[in-house]
């Protein structure tokens, strides 16, 4: 029988979503022998900075556009901590998703693009590298995790310490981007209309999984990786009609509707704590895989894909034991740091392996700007020698942030802190700070063995120049791409 997702959203918003998943883990409730922390992970995709009604710094409502409406992400910023200074692995999905859950940088998991050519090449295995799920089940085998949504090709999520995945069986097709938008990506069989992105469908797992994860006393992960908002857009239309008001374009109203329905489903899973009695036990993290891909950015140059504030900034709020209600932290923080902040939190007796980059978040979940963050990389990475866009390698120290163009060597530095819009280059003006950060940077992705951008445009060349073949009607697509593979080679700009 065909489910009936606008009758499912309903249920949603009033919260009669009743547990009908999962059952076989009710076997497994015996009392838990002490009380652990739950963790959620509410990961969205391609949200930009101010893609929500709450602004990420408190005193400037300018960064949150006024045509977004997300109450239930209010709701957790009042609640908990908003984060001024949080990034993104990197400006892209794939390479951010593997390094949130392994702890490192995207230098270091040797997978920095979407179809990244050389890990490609040279079998990067991914198997050597521990998840985050691991780390917290080897707190407590009594925790159940689960994942949610979209994968990622190079592991299946029940590889990784997640108990519960809708990983499909085919990894190769993996829980990618398409997964949203075709029920069968073989077959192009598309998602009915009343589950757009499946929003509905993927809140009411997330919902029925904590539910019965309270029933039986077990302490959970669920991370959630929608597949919104990630193109191509799709909401409810009568969503749609109330944004499309005045002047709007009916994208920026679709947009806007499916920013709503991701907000809906996030305010199911706070109304299913609360329902279970758990919300003071639960930290919950809602955050973005990169950058904004639609409109901009307020105040930030750039979105998805560039490596400017844009791209790498995402909105972040946390809520939880211990975290103070309607604070605002301006700690830098970047995603590979959740694997340590869950390892401290769910208790795990273990030292974190020295491979991590990433430090625990405790301290400024508890203290805020007065809170630190140790990590074996005192700075922060973000490497990316891509083929198809600017190519530019970053480095942050404290409140500066050193660029190098890949291409042509050139240079810049920003007080990031006070100039977000990185608009006034401090190479000239402070070129012993520039020199101490490029070498950091230079020293730190020699000793990782990151690609190298030439490399990696002798790779996707190679690859590209594989597949012509005399008689193919595909040549002229496949020179195309070699020509522009060539012209971004010969890119000169940051944008």
């Given at each position: 029988?065909?489910?009936?997702?606008?009758?499912?959203?309903?249920?949603?918003?009033?919260?009669?979503?009743?547990?009908?998943?999962?059952?076989?883990?009710?076997?497994?409730?015996?009392?838990?022998?002490?009380?652990?922390?739950?963790?959620?992970?509410?990961?969205?995709?391609?949200?930009?900075?101010?893609?929500?009604?709450?602004?990420?710094?408190?005193?400037?409502?300018?960064?949150?556009?006024?045509?977004?409406?997300?109450?239930?992400?209010?709701?957790?910023?009042?609640?908990?901590?908003?984060?001024?200074?949080?990034?993104?692995?990197?400006?892209?999905?794939?390479?951010?998703?593997?390094?949130?859950?392994?702890?490192?940088?995207?230098?270091?998991?040797?997978?920095?693009?979407?179809?990244?050519?050389?890990?490609?090449?040279?079998?990067?295995?991914?198997?050597?590298?521990?998840?985050?799920?691991?780390?917290?089940?080897?707190?407590?085998?009594?925790?159940?995790?689960?994942?949610?949504?979209?994968g990622m090709t190079t592991r299946r999520m029940d590889d990784i310490g997640y108990d519960i995945s809708d990983n499909i069986d085919d990894i190769k097709e993996g829980n990618?981007?398409?997964?949203?938008?075709?029920?069968?990506?073989?077959?192009?069989?598309?998602?009915?209309?009343?589950?757009?992105?499946?929003?509905?469908?993927?809140?009411?797992?997330?919902?029925?999984?904590?539910?019965?994860?309270?029933?039986?006393?077990?302490?959970f992960f669920l991370m959630v990786s929608h597949y919104a908002v990630h193109v191509k857009h799709a909401a409810l239309e009568e969503t749609i009609k109330k944004y499309q008001?005045?002047?709007?374009?009916?994208?920026?109203?679709?947009?806007?509707?499916?920013?709503?329905?991701?907000?809906?489903?996030?305010?199911?899973?706070?109304?299913?704590?609360?329902?279970?009695?758990?919300?003071?036990?639960?930290?919950?993290?809602?955050?973005?895989?990169?950058?904004?891909?639609?409109?901009?950015?307020?105040?930030?140059?750039?979105?998805?894909?560039?490596?400017?504030?844009?791209?790498?900034?995402?909105?972040?709020?946390?809520?939880?034991?211990?975290?103070?209600a309607n604070s605002q932290c301006d700690v830098p923080i970047v995603q590979y740091d959740f694997l340590a902040t869950l390892h401290e939190l769910s208790g795990n007796p273990?030292?974190?392996?020295?491979?991590?980059?990433?430090?625990?978040?405790?301290?400024?979940?508890?203290?805020?700007?007065?809170?630190?963050?140790?990590?074996?990389?005192?700075?922060?990475?973000?490497?990316?020698?891509?083929?198809?866009?600017?190519?530019?390698?970053?480095?942050?120290?404290?409140?500066?942030?050193?660029?190098?163009?890949?291409?042509?060597?050139?240079?810049?530095?920003?007080?990031?802190?006070?100039?977000?819009?990185?608009?006034?280059?401090?190479?000239?003006?402070?070129?012993?700070?520039?020199?101490?950060?490029?070498?950091?940077?230079?020293?730190?992705?020699?000793?990782?063995?990151?690609?190298?951008?030439?490399?990696?445009?002798?790779?996707?060349?190679?690859?590209?120049?594989?597949?012509?073949?005399?008689?193919?009607?595909?040549?002229?697509?496949?020179?195309?791409?070699?020509?522009?593979?060539?012209?971004?080679?010969?890119?000169?700009?940051?944008?």
């Amino acid at each position: 029988m065909k489910k009936n997702f606008k009758t499912l959203r309903s249920q949603i918003s009033l919260g009669f979503i009743f547990t009908s998943y999962l059952c076989s883990f009710a076997a497994m409730g015996e009392e838990a022998k002490e009380e652990r922390p739950n963790f959620i992970i509410f990961y969205t995709d391609d949200q930009g900075y101010g893609d929500t009604s709450v602004p990420m710094m408190k005193d400037r409502p300018e960064l949150a556009k006024k045509i977004y409406r997300t109450p239930h992400l209010e709701r957790m910023a009042k609640e908990g901590m908003r984060f001024s200074n949080a990034y993104s692995p990197a400006p892209t999905c794939t390479p951010s998703r593997i390094s949130l859950q392994f702890g490192k940088t995207t230098a270091k998991t040797k997978v920095m693009t979407v179809h990244d050519v050389m890990a490609k090449k040279n079998g990067v295995d991914l198997r050597n590298h521990k998840g985050m799920a691991e780390f917290v089940k080897e707190a407590d085998p009594n925790y159940v995790t689960a994942h949610f949504g979209k994968g990622m090709t190079t592991r299946r999520m029940d590889d990784i310490g997640y108990d519960i995945s809708d990983n499909i069986d085919d990894i190769k097709e993996g829980n990618g981007n398409f997964h949203g938008d075709w029920l069968s990506i073989k077959n192009r069989k598309p998602i009915p209309d009343d589950d757009p992105k499946r929003v509905f469908s993927l809140t009411k797992k997330s919902v029925d999984f904590i539910n019965t994860q309270a029933q039986v006393n077990k302490p959970f992960f669920l991370m959630v990786s929608h597949y919104a908002v990630h193109v191509k857009h799709a909401a409810l239309e009568e969503t749609i009609k109330k944004y499309q008001t005045g002047n709007i374009p009916r994208k920026d109203a679709m947009y806007a509707a499916l920013i709503e329905h991701l907000d809906d489903s996030l305010g199911a899973m706070l109304k299913a704590l609360d329902d279970n009695g758990i919300a003071d036990n639960t930290y919950v993290i809602f955050t973005s895989d990169n950058g904004g891909g639609h409109g901009g950015n307020p105040n930030l140059q750039g979105g998805k894909a560039k490596m400017m504030e844009g791209g790498l900034r995402v909105p972040t709020v946390v809520r939880g034991p211990g975290i103070p209600a309607n604070s605002q932290c301006d700690v830098p923080i970047v995603q590979y740091d959740f694997l340590a902040t869950l390892h401290e939190l769910s208790g795990n007796p273990n030292p974190l392996p020295e491979d991590i980059d990433g430090g625990s978040l405790v301290d400024v979940f508890k203290n805020g700007n007065a809170g630190k963050v140790e990590r074996n990389t005192p700075f922060l990475v973000f490497h990316y020698p891509y083929y198809a866009g600017v190519p530019i390698s970053v480095i942050r120290l404290g409140d500066y942030k050193f660029m190098r163009q890949l291409n042509t060597g050139e240079t810049r530095l920003h007080n990031v802190a006070t100039d977000m819009g990185e608009e006034k280059n401090l190479i000239d003006s402070m070129p012993e700070k520039a020199a101490e950060m490029d070498k950091l940077l230079e020293n730190y992705v020699k000793r990782v063995g990151a690609w190298d951008i030439e490399d990696v445009y002798a790779e996707r060349l190679g690859e590209l120049k594989k597949r012509l073949k005399s008689d193919s009607s595909e040549n002229a697509k496949v020179n195309a791409q070699i020509e522009r593979t060539k012209a971004n080679q010969a890119n000169k700009k940051w944008l």
